[in-house]
């Protein structure tokens, strides 16, 4: 059950993991990711493509915007699903022919690449560095010990903040990296808000690596700020998707009103446009909006955190995946901030410099006319209840090849490409 890097994970649980390791995991053998195109042609404003293959085709919602939808589904439900779709001429590409394999084949390249690099070394019990590292997705476990070595390694400017603790009982963990806390301005990074976007917190941990690995030769434009990171947002989640359900999305909190549905999608619990579309009262749903804005413990610790620092605080980031996305609120209307002009402009920039850096392709837009109109967004409500004016949230890689299940040969270009944003952001905050 326990996967990953090391020995460690085998017996690195953390509170919580005990009631996920009596699960029996999920396994996606004899289930396509498809892609449907042009979803909203004009023929089809009456008929709920996305809610009909999920409810009706058992179908599993991987990403869904104004021109596509993509999902998984088992081979079962193909056939009928597949009529469906002939019926109101919807054009289905198959991307792969089986999620399992894609999820094996990460799992499997990222204990190659661990072994490779430890060679035959046994590790010491006594060893004290943490096992961190970007070769493969890594343990909450790990990246918490990571959080901590880091304070004790440089005291004078870190801190460790438990903000919080989950359904779960797990911690929820903030990281500040401050030379003046008092004056500085101050610029926020998550990750981790959807448990399958393994990408995420892996990147999030590299932007922390890349920042305190050498904090002394940064610019100034990076030692003059306050950082604030959660790699992250939703533990109880990533160590489900970890441990039961690779494609899990949002949190593990049970729902009151239907027994066997658990989870909360944390980005539609935010107190902003909460009851606009793009969300679902339904607790089964993956984009489940909650019972009210910030009903769920990470919604509400960051939210509460966040609201006591919002002097100073310029900019807010939020990791996620996939699609290579760099975009700006709003979110929840078909509406653009009033400086969207300066956003737009900011995203520009850090897109020209990945593509220099890496050679990958990010699209720089406002969320709505990309992503589509969801209300509760973290990103949303930085902007709209805090007033934070840098606000960006980055959909990483790919673009659908391999979805949430990217191999993790791709981490350190990925997360270069996070990177990248969180310099330009900065830079643009001068
Ligand atoms: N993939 C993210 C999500 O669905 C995109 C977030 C964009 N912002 C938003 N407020 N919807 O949550
Ligand atoms: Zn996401």
């Known amino acids: 059950v ?7 994970s085998l017996t690195g649980h953390v509170l919580g993991d005990h009631e996920d390791l009596n699960e029996i995991p999920v ?13 909203s042609d004009a023929l089809l404003w009456t008929v709920p493509v996305t809610e009909i293959m999920e409810n009706k085709f058992g179908a599993n919602i991987w990403k869904e915007n104004p021109k596509y939808v993509d999902l998984s589904i088992t081979k079962t439900q193909a056939k009928g ?6 019926a109101h001429r919807l054009d289905t590409e198959v991307l792969a022919r089986n999620v399992q394999d894609l999820i094996d084949e990460e799992q499997l390249e990222g204990i190659r690449a661990t072994q490779a690099k430890l060679g035959r070394r046994i ?36 801190r460790l903040y438990t903000i919080g603790h989950t359904y779960g ?24 808000i959807h448990a399958r976007e393994w990408i995420s917190p892996a990147t999030v941990t590299f932007i922390l690596s890349k920042l305190m690995d050498d904090w002394e030769n940064q610019p100034k434009y990076i030692r003059e700020l306050t950082w604030y990171i959660m790699p992250v947002m939703n533990p109880d989640g990533y160590q489900y998707s970890r441990t039961v359900n690779r ?23 935010f107190d902003i446009g909460w009851t606009s579309q793009g969300s679902s009262k339904d607790p089964c749903s993956d984009i489940y909006r909650g019972s009210a804005p910030n009903s769920e413990l990470e919604t509400k610790a960051v939210a509460e955190f966040l609201s006591k620092r919002k002097y100073n605080l310029e900019a807010y980031l939020t990791y996620h995946s996939y699609g290579q996305l760099i975009v700006y609120p709003w979110a929840f209307k078909a509406v653009k901030v009033k400086d969207a002009n300066v956003l737009q402009r900011v995203a520009n920039t850090a897109a020209e410099r990945i593509i220099q850096k890496t050679g990958t392709p990010y699209k720089a837009a406002v969320t709505h006319e990309v992503l589509g109109i969801a209300g509760g967004g973290s990103d949303d409500w930085s902007r ?11 959909e990483l890689r790919d673009r659908g ?12 270009d990925t997360a270069i490409e996070g990177w990248t944003v969180a310099e330009t952001v900065a830079q643009a905050i001068g």
């Open 384 to 394: 709209g209840v805090l007033g934070v004016k840098y606000v960006y949230t980055v």
């Open 401 to 412: 090849l391999n979805g949430f299940v990217l191999p993790p040969k791709y981490i350190k």
């Open 247 to 269: 494609l899990w999305r949002k949190n593990r909190s049970p729902s009151t009103i239907r027994a066997n549905c658990f989870g909360v999608d944390l980005n539609r619990n």
């Open 169 to 192: 009982g797990r911690e929820l963990k903030v990281l500040r990296i401050s030379e003046n806390p008092r004056d500085n301005k101050k610029i926020w990074i998550d990750g981790g």
């Open 123 to 158: 590790r010491k019990a006594s060893n004290d560095g943490s096992e961190m590292n970007w070769n493969d997705y890594q343990s909450l476990e790990t990246i918490y010990d990571y959080m901590r070595e880091i304070r004790a390694k440089y005291p004078d400017i870190c």
């Open 27 to 39: 396994r996606y053998d004899d289930t396509e990711l498809w892609r449907i195109h042009n979803i």
């Open 2 to 8: 326990a996967r990953g890097n090391s020995n460690a």
């Open 81 to 86: 699903a597949r009529s469906f779709l002939n």
